[in-house]
């Protein structure tokens, strides 16, 4: 049996990446995964027959996680075909380079408004069913970026800093109402979601990693497996970084 068997989770952005790696993971822990993604329908479907093959059951939900409406439809569907939430990962994100003085206001509000307002939404709308049970865990998907930062990524930097601060404050407001709140802050990870761009910054990053190159998705999937098992039961508002040592606390 596995640690999560008979749990229901909600991962976002899961049709490629860490969101894939970590829905594969829950089902094979026993999880039912609801599959969310936003252009990729080919990949969430993929994932969704994996997580069949499994002995699971997968329901594929298109939602840009941006919007107030899809976000609440995609909930109520998952709650009323899979009954109820247990876990969710907010991981829907992407990213895009620009120096802060040539950045268009777009590309900024963009970015806030998928990893940041989305962490919130989909958030917000999962988390009463979880306090009316007294049961949940939210695993929030943070970066070293945003605890670090890096040239070219001021956005990306900012709306991840931002999950961390969501993660802790909610964190003290659920806690003793059973739902407990996490963030993951990968390293460098090989998800070719990094666009190449001219004039980007060109430094070789992974030497400057103790462990010398960059991480799969794979690597991240345990520590949210971890995080939504029983075994994380003292864990409250913590970021925890499989990130090859890029950053050490």
């Given at each position: 049996m596995g640690v999560l068997e008979g749990r229901i989770a909600l991962v976002t952005?899961?049709?490629?990446?860490?969101?894939?790696?970590?829905?594969?993971?829950?089902?094979?822990?026993?999880?039912?995964?609801?599959?969310n993604y936003r252009s990729n329908t080919l990949g969430a479907t993929e994932v969704a027959s994996e997580i069949g093959a499994l002995g699971r059951r997968a329901l594929v939900i298109k939602a840009d996680v941006s919007q107030e409406a899809p976000?609440?439809?995609?909930v109520e569907q998952v709650e009323r075909e899979f009954g109820r939430i247990d876990i969710l990962v907010n991981n829907a994100g992407?990213?895009?380079?620009?120096?802060?003085e040539a950045m268009e206001i777009s590309t900024w509000d963009e970015m806030i408004a998928t990893h940041l307002r989305g962490t919130f939404l989909v958030t917000r709308m999962v988390l009463p069913g979880?306090?009316?049970?007294?049961?949940?865990?939210?695993?929030?998907?943070?970066?070293?970026?945003?605890?670090?930062g890096r040239e070219w990524f001021a956005h990306y930097s900012a709306a991840k800093a931002g999950i961390i601060g969501f993660t802790k404050a909610l964190s003290r407001e659920v806690a003793d109402r059973g739902v407990l709140v996490n963030c993951i802050?990968?390293?460098?990870?090989?998800?070719?979601?990094?666009?190449?761009?001219?004039g980007a910054p060109q430094k070789d990053r992974v030497s400057q990693l103790p462990i010398l190159r960059e991480g799969l998705p794979e690597e991240i999937a345990p520590t949210a497996v971890f995080l939504a098992s029983s075994a994380a039961s003292y864990y409250v508002g913590q970021?925890?970084?499989p990130n090859g040592g890029v950053v050490m606390l």
């Open positions: 952005g899961a049709s490629h990446g860490i969101g894939r790696s970590i829905a594969l993971a829950f089902a094979a822990e026993g999880a039912d995964v609801a599959v976000v609440r439809a995609m992407f990213v895009t380079l620009a120096p802060v979880m306090l009316e049970r007294r049961d949940g865990r939210i695993i929030n998907i943070s970066s070293q970026i945003g605890q670090i802050a990968p390293g460098p990870i090989e998800t070719g979601i990094v666009p190449k761009t001219p970021a925890l970084g």
